[in-house]
């Protein structure tokens, strides 16, 4: 059983962890302990002192020692004397706005729960329970339902909350907050990952400062700017040592995180939608549902962490028939020619990637309606004959006859003024009545909360997809979003618009995934400005970055894989120089980082030499034998490239017999040393050989004493290494 309830204190174990809360005398739901596993109720840690200030709740009469202000609390409220940040916000008809939970009941139930409407993890019966808590207000008849799966085996907890109305009059939601947790002990420090387009995920780490950080987006993505995850570290916590503890959003929107460090020093963590990009109309007798946070933690280090969010993510987010099979390794037009392509090209350069061994051909942005530049032509879904003359169907074909499959390039949720869409249906466009939108590479963003619009995008998708014999999309989506209004609502709905257009897409990924599921689907946001837990529950791989760069790749890869598996990062070997930097990086550097995650290329292969040829050739066919160690196995970072001189990450079958080590070392030095990489994950009692030299090392040797890296000369030295275990 991994939910245990003593009276009211809850506790819910899993492998490795202990989390455990309590409903005290008053009926508050006391946040008491996560961490290391233990039999014991840990309420004895908890302390009450008499904080001038910091007042008490009515029922407690003259004890000082009893405030809300202090105590670690499982969801927290405003309005009653909590001062820290409130987990949510209820503003009633008469204009007062104030919530006072207290336990009512609570249920524990078989399997995981779903989200109406949102994505959450998913689990057998046999792998997770549910518990639910319910609270109530002491004044309104407002219910506040906790919902916790405990994934045992995967040393996952996650986190959503139910708020339902069973008054008589509307109230306004104002915050909704996924996730509240309080660590009352602890020096703790936060690791968010920032970025901005091209430069996404970058971790930084900073000691808590007295006072409010906060990660959040206010662009209708979880963006490019802060990723919809957060790690609290204690001090000292490396990657093998140390507790952290990690909660990643599953939401695709405007979101925040924030971290108090309170006059106490307890730490408190809330996670969920936006509230400045929020409100929500609550109706008697209907119910608020909120994103799911998933919550872990590692007694040792960060690496532990990201293998249970690798592990989750993998298997109980992403979804489908592609979530653990290999995936094609693609060949894209974008960076080959961009929006300057007809048949002819296009098969040109698909005859060139199947000769060296390249499984699927993926047509770009440009193919459709009058799309010649990034100025017209979104929302006209049809093919555009002069580009295409024997249609997609033709195309298609053709490119099926050289042992490609096909994909294609879609931007649903944008619409360009220059359309059929915009001049048939320019009310389906999100703007302010009275005002110019603001336009973000010329284009506007449709009402994704109207169903007519889903229907419309549905059946127009549906149609090219089932036009010819499609086994992959692109689904990007190339702006943040503004003017936030939706015709159809309102005025005291029109602030849930944020909310409602996510709803939107994932009804309309919903819908499409299931009426295709043969095709693969890949998210992108601009490159990595939608990289989130929501969209892997319906694409189990990302564009990683439109950044293509070899050695800014490995920086945006390292951020990204501190929660997300291998497999969900789209990553391409590119033309040099970069498009993005200038930079020129060998062919095999180029490749090296680019498996590090779904495989393809982005450039027209007939332009390379022949000796380039021969290394791509040989680098498919190594991918090919890699690419299940590298999504299956586990991910180590060895190195950080944004403090070392070098990039270097190891994967390690689960059975611990083959290793794969690949990077990048940056710069060489004149009369350099080579780098002895320190390995891990190993069997210290196996003998591993060295493919490219047969030479026989212990992993005892490669862990403690590590393994050289390759003589460098010259800038960004590939660094691959593969070592299997033999037989003593
Ligand atoms: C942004 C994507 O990230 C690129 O890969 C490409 O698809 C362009 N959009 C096309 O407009």
């Not at 969801?75 to 503003?91: N, P």
């Not at 872990?296 to 989750?312: A, D, K, N, W, Y």
């Not at 309606?369 to 169907?393: I, T």
């Amino acid at each position: 059983m991994s939910i245990r309830v003593d009276g009211t204190t809850f506790s819910l174990e899993t492998k490795n962890t202990l989390y455990q809360m309590k409903a005290d005398a008053y009926g508050v739901l006391k946040h008491l302990w996560y961490g290391a596993k233990t039999s014991q109720d840990m309420e004895y840690l908890l302390d009450y002192p008499d904080v001038s200030f910091s007042g008490n709740i009515y029922d407690v009469e003259d004890n000082r020692t009893y405030s809300l202000d202090t105590m670690p609390l499982e969801y927290s409220t405003e309005g009653i004397g909590d001062f820290r940040i409130s987990s949510v916000g209820i503003r009633y008809e008469n204009g007062a706005s104030a919530l006072d939970l207290r336990y009512e009941n609570h249920e524990i139930l078989p399997g995981k729960y779903s989200i109406p409407g949102l994505p959450a993890v998913y689990a057998e019966d046999y792998e997770a329970q549910t518990l639910a808590i319910t609270l109530k207000d002491t004044a309104s008849d407002i219910r506040v339902i906790l919902k916790y799966g405990v994934l045992p085996d995967f040393d996952v907890i996650t986190r959503s909350a139910v708020i339902t109305n069973n008054g008589h009059g509307n109230v306004m939601i104002l915050r909704a907050h996924s996730l509240c947790l309080d660590i009352p002990y602890g020096k703790w420090e936060w690791v968010h990952f920032h970025g901005r387009w091209g430069k996404e995920r970058t971790p930084e780490r900073l000691p808590l400062l007295h006072g409010i950080q906060e990660s959040s987006s206010k662009r209708g993505t979880s963006s490019h700017h802060h990723n919809p995850s957060v790690l609290l570290c204690q001090e000292g916590c490396t990657e093998t040592s140390g507790t952290c503890l990690g909660a990643v959003l599953m939401y695709s929107g405007c979101f925040q995180a924030q971290v108090e460090y309170d006059q106490l020093n307890q730490t408190r963590l809330v996670m969920g939608m936006n509230p400045h990009m929020f409100r929500w109309e609550l109706e008697p007798g209907k119910s608020f549902y909120t994103p799911e946070v998933i919550l872990s933690l590692s007694t040792s280090g960060m690496e532990t962490l990201s293998h249970q969010f690798h592990r989750i993510i993998r298997e109980h987010v992403c979804r489908g028939k592609y979530k653990l099979i290999e995936r094609p390794i693609l060949i894209n037009n974008w960076e080959a020619t961009y929006f300057d392509f007809n048949e002819e090209k296009l098969l040109d350069i698909a005859r060139g990637a199947a000769e060296l061994g390249v499984d699927m051909l993926v047509m770009d942005d440009g193919w459709f309606g009058k799309r010649d530049s990034d100025n017209s032509g979104l929302g006209d879904w049809y093919v555009n004959k002069n580009k295409l003359p024997d249609g997609l169907e033709g195309l298609v074909k053709k490119v099926n006859d050289l042992g490609m499959e096909f994909g294609i390039w879609f931007e649903p949720e944008m619409i360009s003024e220059d359309s059929d869409l915009y001049r048939t249906h320019p009310e389906w466009t999100i703007r302010i009545p009275g005002r110019q939108p603001t336009r973000s590479r010329f284009q506007l963003v449709l009402d994704m909360s109207r169903q007519d619009v889903r229907d419309y995008l549905f059946d127009v998708m549906s149609q090219i997809l089932g036009s010819a014999n499609i086994t992959y999309v692109k689904w990007d989506f190339n702006r943040s979003v503004s003017d936030w209004y939706s015709e159809l609502l309102p005025a005291s709905r029109q602030k849930e618009m944020p909310h409602r257009f996510v709803l939107g897409l994932y009804d309309l990924m919903e819908r499409l995934t299931s009426a295709f599921p043969d095709i693969l689907f890949e998210g992108c946001c601009g490159g990595g400005g939608r990289f989130d837990a929501g969209i892997l529950y319906y694409c189990p791989q990302i564009w990683c970055s439109d950044d293509t760069d070899a050695f800014e790749r490995t920086q945006i890869q390292y951020g990204t894989s501190f929660f997300y598996p291998i497999s969900s990062m789209g990553s391409h070997v590119s033309a040099v120089p970069n498009h993005q930097t200038g930079r020129i990086t060998s062919i095999k550097a180029r490749a090296v980082t680019a498996m590090s995650g779904s495989f393809g290329y982005e450039l027209d292969l007939n332009k390379l030499t022949q000796e380039e040829k021969n290394e791509v050739k040989f680098q498919i066919g190594l991918f090919k034998e890699y690419g299940p160690l590298i999504h299956n196995g586990k991910y180590y970072r060895l190195s950080n490239p944004f403090r070392d001189n070098y990039a270097v990450w190891q994967y390690v079958s689960q059975d611990q017999k083959k290793v794969l080590i690949q990077g990048l070392i940056f710069r060489t030095e004149p009369n350099m040393l080579r780098y002895p990489i320190h390995l891990r994950g190993l069997d210290p009692d196996k003998k591993y050989r060295l493919r490219e030299d047969g030479v026989i090392y212990s992993g005892n040797a490669l862990m403690n004493g590590g393994i050289l890296m390759p003589k460098c000369f010259g800038d960004y030295v590939p660094v691959e290494l593969y070592l299997e275990a033999i037989d003593a």
